[in-house]
């Protein structure tokens, strides 16, 4: 029988999915059911849920389900990578579930996953496992998207000054700073050939949307060893602003002053230092970054 860990976000997502202790009875009473049986934690602060995610594959668990948004994804699938990098040759690599517990929750609609979470943890030890790849930027992997400028910004706004979740709150963060957000000079090296641009966002997708079903990357794929590159330049306020519907309708890559490519490595150089966000949590970098492809380095089952 697979050996199964469910980690658990208690805070992720609107609150009427359920605390923490009512989640984890949810997943007692599904793999029951299933006939299942697991290692079943709640996170109790940010990062918790990588280190409890190491401790489930360091014990040999072969599927580690992670039930939160894509930031705590995010965690567990981190630290499945860095398992499987520090594992011996020939050793099983453990496999991500998911089960979507945030508000945008990109990766989970990406693939389709159903959101009531029964019907998710069946799915994750019912499916065939499968490798996708992961995205790198500054050092930090990501499994969605990742982003340099006006989206890095809306996501510190969102997690650190609004204290609501939801689709309204980043609409509001976002058309405020479009208000205030200057695009900024980068210095681009993309697999070898070197560009200027003024951008309002540098985005980085892994798959196709950043959640709620806003598709940076209509064209992303999980499994093709690419990232696929996105800059968004600046078309003026009223301009920006027409081009939000297109953002939620799969057509961005159609709209002026959108430049989209495949890429494997690149590296953004600026002047200043950057902001910049993987899978939706902000982080502080320096005035040069570098981003690469990791080929099917995620086992996943979904």
């Known amino acids: ?93 453990p496999a991500l579930g998911i089960i979507p517990g945030g508000s945008g929750n990109g990766l989970a609609r990406e693939l389709r996953i159903p959101f009531d979470p029964a019907q998710a943890i069946e799915r994750a030890i019912r499916a065939t496992g499968r490798q996708v790849d992961a995205g790198e930027l500054g050092d930090r992997l990501f499994f969605n998207v990742a982003g340099i400028g006006l989206d890095a910004h809306v996501a510190a706004l969102v997690s650190t000054r609004i204290n609501h979740r939801g689709l309204l709150p980043y609409l509001k963060a976002s058309a405020g700073d479009l208000l205030r957000y200057a695009p900024v000079d980068y210095t681009v090296t993309a697999d070898g050939h070197t560009s200027q641009v003024s951008a309002l966002v540098i985005a980085l997708a892994n798959s196709k949307q950043y959640g709620f ?72 970098g320096s005035d040069t970054l570098t981003a690469r492809v990791h080929p099917g380095a995620l086992r996943l089952r979904a």
């Open 1 to 93: 029988m697979t050996s199964i860990s469910v980690i658990i976000n208690p805070v992720s997502g609107p609150i009427r999915r359920g605390s923490g202790a009512e989640r984890a009875a949810l997943a007692t009473r599904t793999l029951g059911r299933l006939g299942a049986k697991a290692d079943i934690r709640v996170t109790e602060r940010a990062g918790h849920a990588h280190e409890l995610a190491m401790e489930a594959a360091a014990a040999g668990a072969e599927l580690v389900i992670a039930w939160g948004g894509d930031g705590t994804i995010n965690e567990v699938g981190r630290a499945l990578v860095q398992r499987a990098d520090e594992a011996a040759p020939g050793q099983p690599r």
């Open 213 to 284: 079903g806003a598709e940076i990357a209509p064209g992303a794929s999980l499994e093709d060893g690419l990232l696929d590159l996105v800059i968004v330049e600046d078309r003026t306020l009223a301009g920006n602003l027409a081009r939000i519907p297109s953002l939620f309708l799969g057509r961005l890559h159609q709209q002026r002053g959108i430049k989209a490519s495949r890429v494997r490595k690149l590296t953004i150089r600026s002047r200043e230092v950057m902001l910049f966000h993987v899978d939706g949590e902000a982080v502080q």
